[in-house]
């Protein structure tokens, strides 16, 4: 059956959700799924606003030609080729032979390569205009926010701007289109929308600051996004600015505390605990995650929230624990500054963690290692670990 919704005069939600995949991009858990957004303006021409992946590919057949009724696709945006928005357009073009694909030049470089179709091109760079009858498209080139081809199109008539993957965020629809009709998108969206951000997108901050400076200069009714919900009033600016934190690596929360540990058998497990709880002794807030139990990308996320990163690890093969090393060479990759580190290491025989963090934080933009605690096994000099707590 279809579903598609209105969000304007003549313009449709005609997206679909997911919830049966496990892993998005086989990497990133999504307990509460994803949504592929796709959007069809109905002027005088018919234009269609990327597709979506292939697995609801049949649902958004339905959904378009339900709202089309009858008429012809004139035009598909392509914003963004990778696949989970682009993996229906050979079906869609099969459908609709006089198509023409609107993109830049490497959008049909993409467009060859994943799926070797030759498409109907109509080609456009930065501020070119198409006018779909009562409402003008203009493009804005929005390159590696996430991908080289990105970009974003914006309606000058209806002020709705088609962000691509900026704006973005994990979690299913539950038949709101809006984020304001879930009371919010504070409460209802923002943990997923920084786990979105921060690991898909989250290396690319200078790119999606390029993009929100142009913005800025854009008058925005409406943002629609590829996936999660549609933002209007408040909304916007509050993403706005939460976007504009994270991609300028800004803590959040520049006076919480994230601890982040392994523990192989509960010696530095316990430390973690002692510490936390003479933080919060202290008035601090302060977030504990077990790196070995918990997916790396809410750990990521969680850095890019707190202004105070404590790692706590023991050694392993004179280097770190595998979990820990794998969360700290992630936040390497994605390129994460500005942040105030402190080090629990643990070593029963031959410590290496201290050394192993200055490592990679020696070769990351202002992580500074501010204090290391070192402990062997379970035991503890209790007067070093006061110290090391009054400094965080
Ligand atoms: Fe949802 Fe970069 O694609």
Request: charged share 25%; aromatic share 10%.
């Amino acid at each position: 059956m279809h579903s598609v919704r209105q969000i304007s005069d003549k313009l449709y939600y005609i997206g679909v959700n997911d919830r049966r995949l496990e892993l998005f991009e086989n990497l990133f858990p999504i307990p509460h799924g994803v949504s592929y957004n796709s959007y069809l303006l109905m002027d005088e021409k018919t234009v269609l606003f990327d597709t979506v992946d292939h697995s609801g590919s049949a649902q958004f057949i339905e959904n378009l030609e339900y709202v089309l009724a009858g008429r012809t696709l004139d035009y598909i945006v392509v914003n963004h080729v990778e696949p989970d928005h682009a993996a229906s357009l050979k079906d869609i073009i099969a459908k609709y032979e006089n198509v023409q694909i609107v993109g830049n030049a490497k959008t049909f470089t993409f467009i060859e390569q994943f799926f070797g179709s030759k498409v109907n091109q109509h080609l456009v760079k930065e501020g070119d205009i198409l006018e779909t009858g009562e409402h003008k498209l203009t493009f804005v080139m929005a390159s590696m926010v996430h991908w080289p081809e990105v970009m974003v199109t914006y309606d000058i008539t209806s002020k709705v701007l088609f962000s691509a993957d900026a704006y973005g965020t994990f979690k299913a629809l539950d038949g709101g289109i809006f984020a304001d009709e879930y009371g919010g998108f504070e409460d209802k969206f923002l943990k997923e929308a920084r786990r979105y951000y921060t690991n898909i997108v989250g290396k690319y901050g200078l790119q999606t600051q390029k993009l929100l400076t142009k913005a800025k200069g854009l008058e925005i009714d409406i943002i629609c996004p590829l996936h999660g919900p549609v933002l209007r009033g408040e909304d916007i600016g509050f993403f706005t600015e939460k976007q504009s934190t994270w991609s300028s690596y800004t803590p959040e929360n520049p006076d919480d505390i994230f601890i982040c540990y392994a523990s192989m058998y509960g010696n530095t497990e316990s430390v973690v605990n002692a510490l936390a709880m003479k933080l919060a002794e202290n008035g601090k807030k302060v977030s504990v995650m077990n790196a070995c139990n918990t997916d790396t990308s809410y750990l990521i996320a969680e850095a890019f929230r707190c202004g105070k990163i404590v790692l706590a690890s023991p050694t392993y093969n004179a280097d770190l624990h595998p979990a820990m090393k794998t969360f700290t060479e992630d936040l390497k990759a994605i390129a994460l500054r500005n942040r105030e580190l402190y080090v629990i290491e643990n070593g029963s025989w031959a410590a290496a963690v201290a050394k192993k963090i200055k490592e990679v934080a020696d070769s990351m933009k202002n992580m500074e290692v501010k204090a290391v605690l070192s402990i062997k096994s379970s035991k503890v000099d209790e007067q070093a670990f006061q110290e090391f707590a009054n400094q965080i």
